[in-house]
């Protein structure tokens, strides 16, 4: 018995588009199920970033329709002890290794139930240690989006790895938090959410500062400033971001490279 898909799988990892690797998971799945309609989140996860693979899939799997596949390839622990996945959340699939990266995607289901990938029926051979992507989780992604049964897979645990986020804390003064991504256009997203500021703002005109970034209060959006300067917005996805109008913020900070992503972000409430 097959269950009802939407044919749409999706991709995200760290292989970037260099190499073969994100050619070799499409032309396994496929092979498989040739009507598959693949969509890439991202291929440009940092090498390993096991937390922002996370992030990325919870913020984009549930907005594609109901019964689309999720394959999240961000696997250090490739070819060790770590368990492969597919898990059944709010009425989406999901793919990858147990290393926590499903974890943020599916935690929240109410009708979530999770596999341990052990039947290698549904497996490429010969199964490379060092390319479960293309070996497991892309022809797995396959026969999911193709309507094979979860339970077809496996048996279900209930102990998967479990990557919980990282919420600011509260200072004397109000909250520090800290960066956790920096976009493509130089936009610094931290773990502070709306509610939190809300939450401890007891005046108003927070003083939000992160290095060399200092701004004073929350915009609504980027043109309240003058071009090339700084300021601090509600983000689409409800997390307070440091921009630059018509700038890159993170050219700003007086940091570079990875001693950004962690750099810390103090909010201080001042009359």
Sequence with gaps: MTEKRSGIVTLTTDFGLRDPYVAAMKGVILSIFP????????????????????????????????????????????????????????????????????????????????????????????????????????????????????????????????????????????????ITRVDRFGNLITNIRAGDLDSVARVRNPVIRAGDIRVRGVRSCYEEVPRNEPLAIIGSDGFLELSVNRGRASDRMGLKGEGIVGAKVRIGFEA
């Design 35 to 178: 009507r598959a309609l693949l969509v890439d989140v991202t291929h440009q996860v940092p090498p390993g970033d096991i937390r922002e693979a996370a992030d990325t899939l919870a913020r984009a799997a549930l907005l594609y329709p109901p019964g689309t596949v999720h394959t999240a390839v961000v696997d250090p622990g490739v070819g060790g002890d770590r368990r492969a996945l597919a898990a059944k959340a709010d009425g989406h699939v999901f793919v990858g290794p147990d290393n926590g990266v499903l974890w943020p995607a599916i935690r929240n289901a109410p009708d979530l139930r999770v596999v341990h990938l052990e039947n290698d029926a549904f497996f490429r051979k010969p199964v490379s240690r060092t390319f479960h992507g293309r070996d497991v989780f892309a022809p797995v992604a396959a026969h999911l989006a193709a309507g094979t049964p979860l339970d077809a897979l496996g048996n279900g645990i209930s102990d998967p790895i479990r990557l919980e986020a990282e919420g600011p804390e509260r200072s004397t003064d109000g909250l520090v938090g800290a």
